[in-house]
């Protein structure tokens, strides 16, 4: 930006949008812009969303989950299955997996994934906390709902391992890997092809439990 | 998202970044999420600068271009050549224009096209005071900066008409239209290539004026 047009004010708010992750000094330039054409009031509720939520909200003491109160509102509901724990990533696979409607257990956030290449070791993650609910006992099964990539596979065995150690009667399950629903045979990779016949289920089991 | 999880606050910032244009539901939720590991005081900053902006920015009186003070920087500079304006749809093309320190004269921001597709007549850019500013005199040449389409055409001829009745002495032109510069010819689109065959230049005042 030339110097003698860069307000500073202008500069500033660019600078800010453009710190925002995906959001080049272009797209920045945009939305302040665009900012710029609408109400006050808007663009003060638009700040004070932001500010606010950063502000007050919380982690879930049990599962890590986001939360406004110390329990997440899937660990304080008694409805859910309190003997299913599944452990996640994130609090974006939280939401994926509510959508599906399919789980009504409750949740257990890493808040990341071993990686060794990036420096990230077990003990950067929420795994203690999650040896420590299955220690307490009462967990009939801990489901791993983990990337099926190098870093969530090594995470698997990791928790596994950890896990073996006092699990006890829990069990430990994977999510299925397989064809997608919707894909075509001759466009699944050879290796989620092989696991998809190593692991072929039942007709009835796969054709009467469909959403 | 599924109603359980659905924190007030969250859902409540997700709307939020999901009004600004081109971001949908989903890249506000990576905003938002990105958004809750920052440190309060960013969160903070990031608010902070885009209500001042909003509410301390102002637009020049003279040239409608955004300023922090009444009048711009850009015309408040006694060493910029005041007998020129340059005609632009936007503050972003004062931006691209001032990038190209090819242009050393005042600016006037129309603040839109003249478009009856759209709704938008003559009377809903400023282009009174655009009149105004020629008709006070001292004006040599008037740059027409707009976009080469029809909406900028329309929005060309017009000022064109209701400059000539006050002009007088006052020169008006256009950007040239030609061969973007670094573009092969064969994918040059006809019109262009026509148009900068008709407007060819003299060799030496192409490649001695280059930037």
Known sequence: MEQEFATPLLENAVAEFAKLPGIGRKTAL?????????????????????????????????????????????????ARDAATICVVENVRDVMSIENTHQFHGLYHVLGGLISPMDGIGPQDIELDSLVNRVKAGG??????????????????????????????????????????????????????????????????DTFQNTP
């Open 30 to 78: 945009r939305l302040v812009l665009y900012s710029l054409k609408r109400e006050p009031a808007e663009v003060e509720a638009f700040a004070n969303a932001i500010t606010k939520l950063r502000n007050e909200i919380t982690y879930c003491r049990m599962c890590h989950n986001i939360s406004e109160t110390e329990l997440c509102p899937i660990c304080a509901n008694p």
């Open 139 to 204: 967990i009939k099964e801990v489901i791993l709902a983990l990337a099926a990539t190098m870093e969530g596979d090594t995470t698997n065995f990791y928790i596994f391992r950890r896990l073996a150690e006092h699990s006890g009667s829990t069990r430990i399950s994977v999510l299925a890997r397989g064809v997608s629903v919707g894909n075509e045979i001759e466009y699944t990779d050879e290796l989620t092809l092989g696991r998809s016949i190593i692991n072929r289920t039942p007709f009835t």
